[in-house]
């Protein structure tokens, strides 16, 4: 079979599987050319004939997305603002849309002389990563409750030469004391299902992803966003930016969140790209 027919029949297989969240538009072509470039390379022409043996190593790996099992962890990386991160199971996979967090996070970053910035609730490092490959003068930390999640994310930081210290501990309790009231961005994706809507989540993120990474356990799912915005304006310096990434369902009550702790200039901001990202801003 050819490129093009081989990428007909894996799109089909995608769009037809029932533990795939079908939410983005052409995700399943997106995927599947992602995961055959990953076999053949990515110059092979559509009317290309595939080799057997490179045909079958596609079809096992379709049949593992078509299961649900996300991209990363059948590739072991994901690319994040041109950043290969390594993913390993037992942690929070990189999202794309959180490019979006972290591009709100830089943009505050770069006009700053030596900026410091903080990625809680960091998992494998992609977002900490990315603002430090872009903002080189920047001092970066990131922190995690989980010792498997700051391992990786040290060991991503070594592969790709990018040095971001990455510390374990319940978010700000692992960082120097020093670094109170001088920090200019926080940033967080946090776990934000709450513990009786994880039976609801699609099978490629419930049954591939620890619980810990998807819900704090409270009712609302709230709980560390609320722990994080009583304590960011103990880190920030006036002025300084909380960055949140939530799903829109969830943006009118974290920013509730984050203006009863005080914070101010309260504001939505939303992925153009995605449509379903939303970065909830506050200042201290």
């Known amino acids: 079979m ?10 089909r297989k995608l769009k037809a599987s029932p533990a795939i969240d079908h939410w983005q538009k052409d995700r399943e072509e997106i995927e ?19 080799p057997q ?51 709100q996070a830089i943009r505050r970053l770069k006009r700053l002389g030596r900026p410091i910035a903080v990625d809680a609730a960091t998992g494998v490092g992609p977002v900490a990563l990315a603002i430090k490959n872009e903002v080189r003068r920047a001092q970066v930390y990131g922190t995690d409750l989980s010792a498997s999640a700051v391992s990786s994310a040290r060991a991503n930081a070594r592969k790709l030469k990018v040095p971001v210290k990455f510390v374990r501990g319940d978010l700000f309790s692992a960082l120097p004391r020093t670094l109170k009231t001088k920090v200019d961005v926080i940033t967080l994706h946090p776990p934000y299902v709450g513990r009786g809507e994880l039976r609801e989540l699609p099978d490629e993120i419930r049954k591939f992803e620890p619980v810990g ?43 509730s969140v984050m203006r009863r702790a005080g914070l101010r200039d309260i504001r939505s901001t939303k992925d153009r790209s995605f449509q379903v990202t939303r970065v909830v801003i506050g200042r201290a």
């Open 32 to 50: 599947a050319e992602e995961l055959l470039d990953d076999v053949i390379g990515e110059d092979a022409k559509l009317d290309a004939e595939v």
């Open 53 to 103: 043996a490179a045909a079958r190593r596609f079809e096992k790996m379709i049949a593992r997305r078509a299961k649900g099992e996300p991209v990363a962890l059948i590739l072991g990386y994901a690319e994040f603002r041109g950043l290969r991160i390594t993913a390993r199971p037992g942690t929070f996979l990189p999202r794309d849309s959180s490019e979006f967090l972290a591009e």
């Open 213 to 255: 990474v998807l819900s704090d356990g409270s009712a609302g799912g709230l709980g560390l966003v609320e722990s994080t915005a009583r304590q960011a304006e103990d880190w920030l310096r006036p002025g300084g930016w909380l960055l949140i990434e939530v799903s829109p369902d969830r943006a009118r009550a974290v920013g």
């Open 2 to 11: 050819d490129v093009e027919g081989l990428l007909d029949w894996a799109e």
